[in-house]
């Protein structure tokens, strides 16, 4: 027979554990958008776009990613982060949408609207207006690898037979620079989720997939995270919609 007083404590601890197996049974977070920032070192009206979209890397609910390009690298200050494939996707962007509209801090909404990176306004507007994404992505431990899981398009208005491109993003959660040159010297200026490799990595055809993707990959660029986004193609091979996305980040179990 239990003491009364152990008696008490045990039912205090089942107490404290209730919420605790409440939250994990919730589970993670369904994503609900994916923020692309354009954005450069040398571009005097990119600050506040880069310091507004920590607040997007915050929430759990949406995959925010800054992908710094270098055509502003001439004003006398090349970018320590950039990449001319993050140059040549924000072109692909234009080209599939027709507009041709390429500049920085530039705001691309799950694959498709683009808005001014630093107007707030406008991306809450364009969150708040978007369709919800199709296809549930999800990404799990296992052993010494990520699984991730593509499912199946609850939209009927998808072909089944869509081709859709499955992109893993690695990128660190915060990098601080100092800028010696161009329209932002002798400013320090800190970049959040900054994507430091962008690569395909399966094809999904509207059946369920799963890929296993080795941790050693994550090791190996020192990266804090990874987002994975399941990505339409456009006619021409373009990047088109987002049709699901997940993220995950540096933990215990890393």
Same mark, same amino acid.
């Given at each position: *027979?239990?003491?009364?007083?152990?008696?008490?404590?045990?039912?205090?601890?089942?107490?404290?554990?209730?919420?605790?197996?409440?939250?994990?049974?919730?589970?993670?977070?369904?994503?609900?958008?994916?923020?692309?920032?354009?954005?450069?070192?040398?571009?005097?009206?990119?600050?506040?776009?880069?310091?507004?979209?920590?607040?997007?890397?915050?929430?759990?609910?949406?995959?925010?990613?800054?992908?710094?390009?270098?055509?502003?690298?001439?004003?006398?200050?090349?970018?320590?982060?950039?990449?001319?494939?993050?140059?040549?996707?924000?072109?692909?962007?234009?080209?599939?949408?027709?507009?041709?509209?390429?500049?920085?801090?530039? *705001?691309?909404?799950?694959?498709?609207?683009?808005?001014?990176?630093?107007?707030?306004?406008?991306?809450?507007?364009?969150?708040?207006?978007?369709?919800?994404?199709?296809?549930?992505?999800?990404?799990?431990?296992?052993?010494?690898?990520?699984?991730?899981?593509?499912?199946?398009?609850?939209?009927?208005?998808?072909?089944?037979?869509?081709?859709?491109?499955?992109?893993?993003?690695?990128?660190?959660?915060?990098?601080?620079?100092?800028?010696?040159?161009?329209?932002?010297?002798?400013?320090?200026?800190?970049?959040?989720?900054?994507?430091?490799?962008?690569?395909?990595?399966? *094809?999904?055809?509207?059946?369920?997939?799963?890929?296993?993707?080795? *941790?050693?990959?994550?090791?190996?660029?020192?990266?804090?995270?990874?987002?994975?986004?399941?990505?339409?193609?456009?006619?021409?091979?373009?990047?088109?919609?987002?049709?699901?996305?997940?993220?995950?980040?540096?933990?215990?179990?890393?």
């Amino acid at each position: *027979m239990f003491h009364p007083k152990t008696s008490w404590i045990l039912a205090a601890l089942c107490l404290l554990a209730v919420p605790a197996l409440a939250a994990k049974a919730q589970g993670p977070t369904k994503v609900s958008a994916v923020l692309e920032l354009f954005t450069s070192q040398g571009c005097a009206s990119c600050p506040p776009a880069d310091e507004m979209l920590e607040d997007f890397a915050k929430r759990q609910d949406i995959v925010a990613l800054s992908l710094p390009v270098d055509y502003w690298d001439y004003l006398g200050w090349k970018d320590t982060l950039a990449s001319h494939e993050f140059t040549d996707r924000q072109k692909a962007y234009a080209n599939a949408r027709g507009d041709r509209q390429i500049y920085t801090p530039q *705001m691309i909404v799950n694959g498709t609207s683009h808005v001014v990176g630093s107007d707030r306004t406008a991306i809450d507007a364009a969150l708040e207006t978007k369709p919800p994404l199709a296809v549930p992505v999800s990404m799990d431990m296992v052993g010494d690898a990520i699984r991730v899981k593509i499912g199946e398009t609850a939209d009927s208005t998808i072909p089944r037979e869509r081709k859709a491109t499955i992109w893993l993003a690695l990128y660190k959660r915060q990098v601080a620079v100092p800028i010696r040159k161009g329209e932002n010297q002798d400013r320090t200026l800190s970049y959040y989720n900054v994507v430091t490799r962008l690569r395909p990595i399966a *094809m999904w055809r509207g059946e369920p997939v799963d890929v296993d993707l080795p *941790m050693s990959e994550y090791h190996q660029a020192n990266a804090d995270g990874c987002a994975i986004l399941l990505q339409a193609e456009t006619a021409n091979g373009e990047p088109g919609e987002i049709l699901g996305a997940a993220f995950s980040e540096k933990g215990a179990e890393w």
